[in-house]
């Protein structure tokens, strides 16, 4: 199958080259679609652009990585030489690999993390929407998306926060089973706190509320988060009320001691609380972990837990890689019987005509023929035919599968002398040099 | 007056239901059949007693007869004291199973007074009914008691089990929690079938050489009363209420095996 996947992202180009080919969504993006496919000859081509890579997927028999890549050069105004040193190309099965694992997140700086398949179902829309999706890419990101899914339901590897707002809010499950109508309270208005609280109200938080020395940051901070601010003197107060508490004062030493947490406790009526700490020095005493019901994390704890779990998604990609390598082979099984149609079509449209010529001259030598044996006779050439073509055509197709056997495609053209099928090798002959096999290869 | 008892011990387990629902659910407008079932049992329990006497047996012969009729006191006073104020109904969760056992406790306490033998049979089947839920319902509240223990560990630990998707310690508790309350009242009961059947079938003789039953059974459910009571006076839960179930579990552990070793 002519399809290519070429461009940079994180592993391949430093953030100066990815933000100069960066392209925004709106109308810029299909304006970008319609001059890729009309500068690199393609027939299908779809664009994505994240902040960690900026790739072109595309179909065509016409064109090569070469001229892509200078597409995508010219259309972002950029040297296409600039380009080349940083550029990956991809090609065929290779290009297909890519583009499943992409869309899988099993090439993320983060791997398993769920924003790429979001980003690439909108690039999809996009080329969809603008008319630059075919069946061959159309069909490849639709296996793809298959794939991903398979990769999420079947492997482990989307478990687990990678950064310490995710896995504090994972936690945060992990106590109160669900987010939603929970109350957070922020101590100290850092910026650590700040994200923490953009995750915990992405879960479901239904009130945040902010105490701070600082009237005016603990204000600020609240409004930020449609909460209401507390004095310091209050803290105690809030503490008996929220379910989860992040703590990341300045202070010096421990701002919540046991005592506090002790008469926290009780007026709670030992209802569970969760303390993330972040501060350094921590905020909370160390013996508060040890009150029942109270479950202290502090940046260190949770440090630990996110390393545990890119060690965890690490492990898992092997697993993922196995179950994508299914969808992937169904993909190319797929692409190599369409590729064969026109030929097996032409093949089985010879037989026919062959037959419908003989019973022809027979029908003329027999005299009185009713036409209900006409019919009859006619319908012969069809259906020998089809009994005739069944065992070839089967090998036929079996045999395209890589390592199955002698290329039969070759000796049947050879035998009937027909054309070659359509999406084989224009690619092939269009590469100049050896150099586009491999991806990371410079241009 | 074997009718009476077995009235009176039903209309207590309701109570005690009720009471328990609604002390857990923490709905400010508590319904009102609580109270009109405990008010049946005392009815009952007075029948009981009044039973006991005109066969002979007064009221204050022996401690447990006067268990039995303090218990008796203590839930019409009860009665008196919620009319038309706030229900109290921590205390209710907590006097209805109680009585009902004091209840069992006096009646028992004299196997001359305790007649109707050929309701023996049909004791025996409803101890034995009530009985097999009342386990069945510790041992599953033991196995989420256990599961909590395990993840409250882990988390107090820093370790985030992989394994134990969808479980929350938060979740886990209540759960056990409810459990308990639904087990709670109907072992109960089960105990003061048991108790009567015995008597029934060969006296307090009969009843002494189950002496380690009827402790393990007490043992159980002091545990679950005091975990469910101690929740709703002054919220004990977590660790403490797990543990407490636990303790509940290996006492009717220890029935069934005594029970099976016996057979």
Same mark, same amino acid.
């Given at each position: 199958?002519?399809?290519?996947?070429?461009?940079?992202?994180?592993?391949?180009?430093?953030?100066?080259?990815?933000?100069?080919?960066?392209?925004?969504?709106?109308?810029?993006?299909?304006?970008?679609?319609?001059?890729?496919?009309?500068?690199?000859?393609?027939?299908?081509?779809?664009?994505?652009?994240?902040?960690?890579?900026?790739?072109?997927?595309?179909?065509?028999?016409?064109?090569?990585?070469?001229?892509?890549?200078?597409?995508?050069?010219?259309?972002?105004?950029?040297?296409?030489?600039?380009?080349?040193?940083?550029?990956?190309?991809?090609?065929?099965?290779?290009?297909?690999?890519?583009?499943?694992?992409?869309?899988?997140?099993?090439?993320?700086?983060?791997?398993?993390?769920?924003?790429?398949?979001?980003?690439?179902?909108?690039?999809?829309?996009?080329?969809?929407?603008?008319?630059?999706?075919?069946?061959?890419?159309?069909?490849?990101?639709?296996?793809?998306?298959?794939?991903?899914?398979?990769?999420?339901?079947?492997?482990?590897?989307?478990?687990?926060?990678?950064?310490?707002?995710?896995?504090?809010?994972?936690?945060?499950?992990?106590?109160?089973?669900?987010?939603?109508?929970?109350?957070?309270?922020?101590?100290?208005?850092?910026?650590?706190?700040?994200?923490?609280?953009?995750?915990?109200?992405?879960?479901?938080?239904?009130?945040?509320?902010?105490?701070?020395?600082?009237?005016?940051?603990?204000?600020?901070?609240?409004?930020?988060?449609?909460?209401?601010?507390?004095?310091?003197?209050?803290?105690?107060?809030?503490?008996?009320?929220?379910?989860?508490?992040?703590?990341?004062?300045?202070?010096?030493?421990?701002?919540?001691?046991?005592?506090?947490?002790?008469?926290?406790?009780?007026?709670?009526?030992?209802?569970?609380?969760?303390?993330?700490?972040?501060?350094?020095?921590?905020?909370?005493?160390?013996?508060?972990?040890?009150?029942?019901?109270?479950? =202290?994390?502090? #940046?260190?704890? &949770?440090?630990? @837990?996110?390393?545990?779990?890119? %060690?965890?998604?690490? !492990?898992? /990609?092997?697993?993922?890689?196995?179950?994508?390598?299914?969808?992937?082979?169904?993909?190319?099984?797929?692409?190599?019987?369409?590729?064969?149609?026109?030929?097996?079509?032409?093949?089985?449209?010879?037989?026919?005509?062959?037959?419908?010529?003989?019973?022809?001259?027979?029908?003329?030598?027999?005299?009185?023929?009713?036409?209900?044996?006409?019919?009859?006779?006619?319908?012969?050439?069809?259906?020998?035919?089809?009994?005739?073509?069944?065992?070839?055509?089967?090998?036929?197709?079996?045999?395209?599968?890589?390592?199955?056997?002698?290329?039969? =495609?070759?000796? #049947?053209?050879? &035998?009937?002398? @027909?054309?070659?099928?359509?999406? %084989?090798?224009?690619? !092939?002959? /269009?590469?100049?040099?050896?150099?586009?096999?491999?991806?990371?290869?410079?241009? | 007056?074997?009718?009476?008892?077995?009235?009176?011990?039903?209309?207590?387990?309701?109570?005690?239901?009720?009471?328990?629902?609604?002390?857990?659910?923490?709905?400010?407008?508590?319904?009102?059949?609580?109270?009109?079932?405990?008010?049946?049992?005392?009815?009952?329990?007075?029948?009981?007693?009044?039973?006991?006497?005109?066969?002979?047996?007064?009221?204050?012969?022996?401690?447990?007869?006067?268990?039995?009729?303090?218990?008796?006191?203590?839930?019409?006073?009860?009665?008196?004291?919620?009319?038309?104020?706030?229900?109290?109904?921590?205390?209710?969760?907590?006097?209805?199973?109680?009585?009902?056992?004091?209840?069992?406790?006096?009646?028992?306490?004299?196997?001359?007074?305790?007649?109707?033998?050929?309701?023996?049979?049909?004791?025996?089947?409803?101890?034995?009914?009530?009985?097999?839920?009342?386990?069945?319902?510790?041992?599953?509240?033991?196995?989420?008691?256990?599961?909590?223990?395990?993840?409250?560990?882990?988390?107090?630990?820093?370790?985030?089990?992989?394994?134990?998707?969808?479980?929350?310690?938060?979740?886990?508790?209540?759960?056990?929690?409810?459990?308990?309350?639904?087990?709670?009242?109907?072992?109960?009961?089960?105990?003061?079938?048991?108790?009567?059947?015995?008597?029934?079938?060969?006296?307090?003789?009969?009843?002494?050489?189950?002496?380690?039953?009827?402790?393990?059974?007490?043992?159980?459910?002091?545990?679950?009363?005091?975990?469910?009571?101690?929740?709703?006076?002054?919220?004990?839960?977590?660790?403490?209420?797990?543990?407490?179930?636990?303790?509940?579990?290996?006492?009717?552990?220890?029935?069934?095996?005594?029970?099976?070793?016996?057979?």
């Amino acid at each position: 199958v002519n399809l290519f996947a070429i461009g940079v992202n994180h592993k391949t180009a430093p953030v100066a080259i990815r933000e100069r080919l960066a392209v925004s969504t709106g109308p810029e993006h299909a304006e970008h679609l319609a001059r890729l496919r009309e500068l690199a000859c393609v027939d299908e081509v779809m664009l994505l652009s994240t902040c960690n890579r900026v790739e072109v997927y595309a179909c065509g028999s016409r064109t090569s990585p070469e001229i892509l890549v200078n597409a995508l050069a010219t259309i972002r105004g950029i040297a296409p030489e600039a380009l080349r040193e940083h550029c990956f190309v991809n090609q065929r099965e290779d290009a297909a690999r890519h583009i499943f694992r992409v869309t899988a997140s099993l090439e993320s700086i983060v791997v398993g993390e769920p924003q790429i398949l979001g980003q690439i179902k909108d690039a999809y829309q996009s080329a969809l929407s603008s008319g630059t999706m075919g069946a061959v890419l159309g069909r490849c990101l639709t296996m793809a998306f298959h794939g991903a899914k398979r990769v999420r339901t079947e492997t482990e590897i989307a478990r687990g926060g990678a950064s310490v707002p995710s896995v504090a809010v994972d936690l945060a499950g992990r106590i109160f089973g669900e987010l939603r109508g929970a109350k957070a309270l922020i101590v100290g208005a850092g910026d650590m706190a700040r994200q923490t609280a953009v995750h915990l109200k992405t879960a479901g938080v239904a009130k945040i509320a902010v105490v701070n020395r600082s009237e005016a940051r603990g204000r600020a901070l609240a409004a930020e988060f449609e909460g209401d601010y507390f004095e310091w003197g209050g803290l105690e107060k809030q503490l008996v009320n929220a379910d989860v508490v992040v703590a990341s004062t300045g202070s010096p030493e421990a701002v919540i001691d046991l005592a506090v947490m002790k008469r926290v406790m009780r007026a709670r009526r030992y209802a569970p609380i969760f303390m993330i700490d972040i501060a350094v020095p921590r905020d909370i005493e160390v013996g508060v972990n040890e009150v029942d019901g109270v479950f =202290v994390y502090d #940046v260190d704890d &949770l440090r630990h @837990l996110v390393d545990e779990n890119l %060690e965890g998604r690490k !492990a898992q /990609a092997d697993i993922a890689s196995r179950v994508l390598d299914e969808e992937i082979s169904a993909f190319l099984a797929w692409s190599r019987e369409r590729a064969l149609g026109p030929m097996i079509k032409d093949l089985r449209q010879r037989h026919l005509d062959v037959a419908k010529s003989e019973i022809e001259k027979v029908m003329a030598r027999i005299p009185n023929l009713s036409e209900h044996d006409r019919r009859l006779l006619s319908g012969l050439g069809p259906a020998i035919v089809n009994k005739f073509l069944h065992r070839p055509l089967t090998q036929l197709r079996a045999s395209t599968v890589p390592g199955s056997g002698p290329d039969l =495609v070759g000796a #049947v053209q050879e &035998l009937f002398g @027909l054309q070659q099928p359509q999406c %084989e090798d224009p690619v !092939a002959a /269009a590469t100049p040099e050896g150099n586009y096999e491999r991806e990371s290869c410079d241009v | 007056m074997l009718v009476l008892f077995v009235l009176a011990a039903l209309a207590y387990v309701g109570a005690a239901f009720g009471s328990l629902l609604a002390v857990l659910g923490d709905d400010a407008k508590a319904p009102r059949w609580p109270l009109h079932a405990l008010l049946v049992a005392a009815i009952f329990h007075l029948g009981a007693i009044g039973s006991q006497c005109l066969d002979g047996a007064h009221p204050f012969r022996s401690i447990q007869m006067t268990l039995s009729a303090v218990a008796w006191f203590v839930v019409v006073g009860y009665l008196g004291l919620v009319r038309g104020r706030r229900p109290l109904r921590e205390l209710g969760a907590m006097l209805a199973p109680t009585a009902l056992v004091a209840m069992a406790v006096g009646f028992v306490a004299h196997a001359d007074v305790v007649p109707n033998p050929e309701l023996s049979p049909m004791l025996v089947r409803a101890h034995v009914v009530f009985a097999s839920l009342g386990v069945a319902g510790f041992v599953l509240a033991a196995g989420v008691a256990a599961v909590y223990l395990a993840l409250e560990h882990r988390l107090r630990h820093k370790e985030v089990p992989r394994g134990m998707q969808g479980l929350s310690v938060r979740g886990l508790d209540q759960l056990h929690n409810r459990l308990v309350v639904a087990a709670t009242p109907v072992f109960a009961l089960a105990m003061a079938f048991g108790a009567v059947a015995l008597t029934q079938a060969g006296g307090l003789e009969m009843l002494q050489t189950r002496a380690l039953e009827l402790v393990a059974g007490f043992v159980a459910f002091s545990a679950n009363l005091t975990s469910l009571v101690g929740r709703a006076i002054i919220g004990l839960r977590g660790r403490k209420a797990a543990i407490l179930t636990l303790l509940a579990f290996f006492a009717t552990l220890l029935i069934i095996v005594s029970y099976g070793v016996r057979s």
